[in-house]
């Protein structure tokens, strides 16, 4: 398997909606899985431009195996309230507004790694993201790539105990023994397979300080899911299906 792995900087402030905080709209602090595909799949689209832009989702989804992001830098959230039409005409003194509250963020750099099934995408991949106008997943928080983009080797590691900066499955097979994380549900995919499109819990390595949230590092022990290592960077957890 090989992985490619790069470091990002959103240009501005961004917002990762959590699916079922419509009101409220918060966001989370690094891209979730479902956010890496769909950036991908744009980067394809806008690359290669010869085919809907689902079918390039659904060729991402099918050749990808894990994709994860972590914090390289602090970062801080912050709460704001939009003003949203909901009408175009009323009578007078009529509502035609309504306030919505939507947490945006500011960080550095993160870093994001994909772990590809094969090689049947890889060299697609690296020429989409280097050469088109990049998006966390949406249309509206753009980025730049920091660094080289890389590509590693990818082995199946058999431990019991690991320490990862990168997102894992928040499942009873997983102890842990060391460290800071915050709970988040995440979605793993962008589209629905049987009519089914779950929410995932996954614990992200961040701890909270004074209203901001650094990249932390969290010693587990593994019961049940995969251990995969990516060459020079660390290991990853996979849940099993």
Request: net charge neutral; with cysteine; hydrophobic share 40%.
């Amino acid at each position: 398997m090989k992985a490619l792995v790069f470091n990002i900087r959103v240009n501005s402030l961004y917002s990762i909606r959590i699916p079922f905080t419509w009101q409220s709209a918060l966001s989370y602090p690094i891209l979730p899985p479902s956010a890496i595909l769909g950036l991908l799949a744009n980067a394809l689209q806008r690359y290669k431009n010869d085919r809907h832009p689902l079918e390039y989702l659904a060729w991402v989804e099918d050749n990808v195996l894990w994709a994860g992001s972590k914090l390289l830098n602090s970062c801080i959230i912050k709460n704001y309230v939009t003003s949203v039409i909901i009408k175009w005409e009323a009578n007078l003194g009529g509502k035609f507004t309504n306030a919505l509250g939507r947490q945006y963020v500011y960080s550095k750099n993160l870093q994001v790694a994909v772990i590809f099934k094969d090689n049947t995408l890889i060299n697609n991949v690296v020429e989409a993201i280097k050469t088109t106008p990049l998006t966390c997943g949406d249309s509206e928080s753009p980025f730049s790539i920091v660094e080289e983009i890389v590509k590693k080797d990818v082995i199946e590691e058999h431990k019991e105990i690991i320490e990862t900066s990168y997102p894992i499955p928040f499942t009873k097979n997983v102890k842990i023994i060391d460290g800071n994380g915050q709970v988040y549900l995440m979605h793993e995919r962008c589209l629905r397979k049987e009519n089914n499109f779950p929410l995932t819990s996954y614990m992200v390595p961040i701890i909270e300080e004074n209203n901001i949230i650094k990249p932390s590092l969290l010693k587990i022990k593994i019961e049940r899911e995969r251990v995969l290592n990516i060459e020079d960077i660390e290991d990853i957890v996979y849940k099993m299906e």
